[in-house]
Nanobody, 121 residues
Framework: QVQLVESGGGLVQAGESHTLSCAAS????????MGWYRQAPGKQRELVAR???????LFADSVKGRFTINSDVTDNTVYLHMNSLQPEDTAVYYC???????????????WGRGTQVTVSS
C-alpha cells in the first residue's frame, strides 16, 4: 500500500499561519484525490479539505476562507495552508488519498498516521 507521510505539525499561536505537507511514497499510476482530515479529542474524524487530480477542491465550512489546499502531481504531495488558526483547529491532522492505483495494487483509501496541530490562545 502507498505510504502517506505527513509533516509540519506543531504548536502555533492563535491567528498565525501554518502549513502541513503530505508526501506519498511508491509509484502511483493514478488517484482520484488527496486531502486532509482532522480529529479533535472526543470528536469524530472530519474532512478539512480535499483536492482532486483535476484541481477541484472541497472545504469544510469551518475552514472556508482560512485554509487552502494544493497538490503537486509530479511528486504526489499535498499541502494544507492554514491561516488565522484558532484553538478549535487543534486536532490530529490526517492525510488521505483515495482510489489509488499504484505499484502495490488498488486501494480505495490510504491514510497517513497523522500529525498534531495545537493552537494556543
Amino acid at each position: 500500500q502507498v505510504q502517506l507521510v505527513e509533516s509540519g505539525g506543531g504548536l502555533v499561536q492563535a491567528g498565525e499561519s501554518h502549513t502541513l505537507s503530505c508526501a506519498a511514497s511508491g509509484r502511483i499510476f493514478s488517484k482520484n484525490a488527496m486531502g486532509w482530515y482532522r480529529q479533535a479529542p472526543g470528536k469524530q474524524r472530519e474532512l478539512v479539505a480535499r483536492i482532486t487530480t483535476t484541481g477541484d477542491t472541497l472545504f469544510a465550512d469551518s475552514v472556508k476562507g482560512r485554509f487552502t489546499i494544493n497538490s503537486d502531481v509530479t511528486d504526489n504531495t499535498v499541502y494544507l495552508h492554514m491561516n488565522s488558526l484558532q484553538p478549535e483547529d487543534t486536532a490530529v491532522y490526517y492525510c488521505n488519498a483515495d482510489r489509488v492505483y499504484s505499484e502495490y495494487g488498488f486501494d480505495i483509501e490510504n491514510w497517513g498516521r497523522g500529525t498534531q496541530v495545537t493552537v494556543s490562545s
